[in-house]
């Protein structure tokens, strides 16, 4: 049994050696944009299940909710690096769109296959109530705050360019705060609480030693952060060359590349029967983007970019992660799930992004 999972896991390893090729592609061909970004893209697959084993041998040995917070964190790092070399690029629109995008795709995609996936293998799936009721009362904050700038917007009108840019930066400093607060109490204050469930406990022998597994994850955030890095260097022109929006390259490409690491880790997770680990990645990662990456991007824009990034999102976007948050809450609310509440949240992810696609050029617009 562990001999046939340990080939299928170097089976997979394998494609690691996608990595040097895109490195090598980038300086060797460096007008084949298009080759280059695909490239990049499957790359992030062997790396992200690289480091959902990393992970997982983490968990084993600090438990599902610290394990879900370093899973999300290191995964995220692709998500700061990608965003600071896009706002360097002059790509703001892009940057906010693989904001609501990460969010949209770890509440509806990540979480919706976990649920099918898991669903598949285990007639119901448990999780911690209190801690999914939490998480989900975090993502509403982070609603508010994405709706408050666009609010603005609407009454004062597209003059206000440095009154918003300037609200902007204050929402990202309570929003960081915020996030500390919320770790106090996840971590610390009510830890015990927020716990693994009883019918979840089942303890994985760590094989990897601590040391070991911290550094394969440090390097490979990493490499995740380079490929990145390669990815959005050839962003703009495969989008130009396919037609497509900045705003279904940020929200669709560039969140589904730039969390394959997090989805990875939760889908496995999920079929495991370990629930609680799966939404705990899911939404903490949203959490995070929303609380911690988007306030960080927002601060670092002052300094990076012709001009700073604002919190003022398009209206699809605002009625998205609505959407999302709420069907997200309605789902997680008893604690149970199964595959059919799976097909729900991956249908309404497949309805936006179909909109979003048939989206002209420049909704942003045609939307404020």
């Given amino acids: 049994m562990l001999a046939g999972t340990m080939l299928k896991i170097n089976r997979m390893y394998w494609f690691l050696a996608l990595v040097p090729l895109t490195i090598f592609a980038r300086f060797l061909f460096p007008a084949r944009h298009t080759l280059i970004f695909a490239c990049s893209c499957a790359s992030m697959i062997p790396l992200a299940r690289l480091l959902s084993d990393a992970t997982e041998q983490l968990a084993a040995r600090t438990g599902p909710t610290l394990g879900a917070l370093l899973n999300v964190t290191f995964g995220n790092a692709g998500e700061l690096v990608i965003g600071f070399f896009a706002m360097r690029e002059g790509l703001q629109q892009v940057v906010k769109a693989s904001i609501t995008g990460s969010i949209l795709v770890n509440l509806l995609l990540t979480l919706g296959v976990s649920m099918i996936a898991g669903g598949i293998r285990h007639k119901t799936l448990t999780f911690n109530v209190l801690a999914a009721r939490t998480q989900s009362t975090m993502m509403c904050l982070a609603a508010i705050a994405l709706i408050f700038p666009a609010a603005y917007h609407l009454l004062v009108g597209p003059g206000a360019a440095g009154p918003e840019s300037r609200l902007s930066l204050e929402f990202a400093v309570i929003l960081l705060v915020t996030y500390g607060l919320g770790l106090l109490f996840t971590l610390h204050t009510h830890r015990e609480l927020l716990a693994v469930g009883r019918s979840e406990r089942v303890e994985d022998k760590a094989v990897w030693s601590g040391p070991a597994a911290l550094g394969v994850l440090t390097v490979t955030a990493g490499f995740v952060g380079w490929l990145g890095e390669i990815l959005t260097s050839s962003l703009q022109p495969t989008a130009r060359a396919f037609g ?93 799930s199964n595959w059919l509440e799976g097909i729900q949240l991956l249908v309404v992810y497949i309805l936006i992004a179909v909109t979003v696609f048939a989206l002209p050029a420049t909704p942003e617009a045609i939307l404020r």
């Fill in 244 to 336: 497509l929006s900045d705003l279904f390259v940020g929200l669709v490409v560039v969140a589904v590349a730039g969390n394959a690491a997090e989805s990875t880790s939760a889908i496995r997770a999920a079929m495991r029967n370990r629930m609680d680990l799966a939404a705990g990645i899911a939404i903490s990662s949203s959490i995070q983007i929303a609380l911690f990456v988007a306030p960080a991007l927002i601060i670092a824009s002052h300094w990076i970019g012709p001009r700073p990034v604002d919190l003022v999102f398009t209206s699809v976007e605002l009625i998205a992660v609505l959407i999302a948050i709420a069907i997200t809450t309605q789902v997680a609310g008893d604690g149970e």
